[in-house]
């Protein structure tokens, strides 16, 4: 079988447009409780912001665990399709209990297990992505791939906010309906790409993308990118109900437009990261995203659908070419353990982000007041926006140079010391 670098453009896309639909099947569960957040959680089992903010928390714990284990395991099987598969009813399942959750624990116990679940899928159908990309036309391929993601994660927020105002359980029963048919279209229409390497074992893998500094670059974006995601997802629609009153519809529509150009301009980024300088693509986006980000808190109700909608444009800057970045540096051996390592370090960073928007708003509100918490959270989410740029660009810049050579060899570990350097 010829190998899928081999293949032509033509047939990679009629490989990835599945792929994209299962994508964004697998996402739109993400932000569906997102504008129900406060009914769901803060008034339904009486618990604060902290606590509330935990529930979008909660579900990355369980993944930062499954994305290192999904990416070895498929890589050390050859094959991704049915692990997807298998996840993805798993997700459907906890996503239907969760809305049966009779006290706070055993929501968040449930919680933890889905988002597990999910993030398992996900890093997988991004390993396929990456399986399918040839180094000369990454930028376009997982350009889509980001479309699809953020297209679905953006139409997730206004029909969250549609169902929450029909019934606050309503979300939970359509994702869980969503993640179904993301399985179901798994097994008739997707196929798996082959895998050139096998991985030989979790800690292997895990110790050659820490030894190989230039792959933490892109790991550490994501890292930022879902912290800071953690304030949009906790901090943001709990301010927008608490100190101006909006429904979950109108906090719905507010996302949409921060989150649906993110998912049309990811492609155009792609093939933009393709013809020019990844340093100048990703440290400028970073940049305008952390400004951004930053005055969330202090603009009016008029100007901030016009600051969501710039947000998305400079975010899809920000996410192709990391995407890029983790496949190139991966190589052919380890991209699913690679892909794996990029969706952990994305929920370390959604793990903590939800702890800080709420810890930051808390503390800060209590003394002043809710609506100067809130602010402070935002300009702490820009801050680390700015401080991941301050310390990846030299790399990045070594990286548009040519100065750093050759994919990590996953297979090597059980090779001479020499051969795991670093080039």
């Known amino acids: ?39 769901l959680v803060q008034d339904r089992y009486g618990v604060g912001d902290l606590a509330t903010s935990l529930f ?61 679940a999910h993030i398992f899928a996900l890093s997988l159908l991004f390993a396929l992505a990456a399986d399918m990309s040839r180094t000369a036309r990454s930028g376009r391929i997982m350009g889509a791939v980001g479309t699809a993601l953020t297209f679905g994660v953006a139409l997730g927020a206004p029909l969250g906010g549609v169902l929450g105002d029909a019934s606050t359980l309503l979300p939970l029963w359509v994702g869980s309906g969503l993640a179904l048919g993301a399985a179901a279209v798994t097994f008739l229409v997707l196929r798996d790409f082959p895998v050139s390497c096998q991985a030989e074992s ?59 150009p993110f998912a049309l301009f990811c492609y155009p980024f792609g093939r933009l990261t393709e013809r020019t300088s990844r340093t100048l693509v990703l440290g400028g986006g970073s940049l305008l995203y952390a ?50 390592g990029f969706n952990a370090a994305g929920s370390l960073g959604f793990i903590l982000g939800p702890l800080v928007a709420g810890s930051i708003s808390h503390w800060v509100g209590g003394h002043y007041t809710p609506a100067v918490g809130y602010a402070t959270a935002f300009q702490a989410a820009g801050a680390s926006v700015l401080v991941c740029l301050i310390a990846t660009l030299p790399t990045l810049v070594k990286l548009d140079w040519g100065r750093i050579k050759g994919p990590i060899q996953l297979s090597s570990m059980s090779q001479a010391p020499s051969d795991q350097q670093q080039t």
């Open 1 to 39: 079988m010829r190998s899928v670098i081999e293949q032509p453009v033509r047939g990679e896309w009629r490989a990835i447009i599945p792929l994209g639909i299962v994508t964004i099947l697998t996402m739109l569960p993400v932000t569906l409780v997102v504008p129900v957040l406060k009914p």
């Open 56 to 116: 979008m928390s909660a579900n990355m714990v369980g993944a930062i665990l499954a994305a290192p284990l999904a990416g070895s395991l498929s890589d050390w099987l050859g094959r991704r399709r049915p692990l997807i598969i298998m996840a993805l009813l798993a997700d459907s399942i906890l996503l239907a209990l969760l809305g049966q959750a009779s006290n706070y624990a055993t929501l968040m116990t449930l919680r933890c297990l889905e988002g597990a």
């Open 202 to 260: 979790v800690r292997v893998a895990i110790g050659l993308i820490l030894k190989h500094r230039p792959l933490l670059v892109p790991l550490a974006y994501s890292f930022v990118d879902r912290f800071t995601v953690g304030f949009f997802t906790t901090s943001f629609p709990l301010y927008m109900r608490n100190v101006h009153e909006l429904s979950p519809a109108e906090i719905g529509r507010l996302l949409a437009l921060f989150l649906l």
């Open 291 to 340: 400004l951004g980000v930053c005055t969330l808190g202090a603009v009016s109700l008029e100007i901030l659908p016009f600051l969501m909608l710039g947000l998305g444009i400079v975010a899809a800057a920000m996410l192709v070419p990391t995407l890029m970045l983790t496949s190139e540096l991966a190589g052919p051996a380890g991209k699913a353990t690679a892909m794996g």
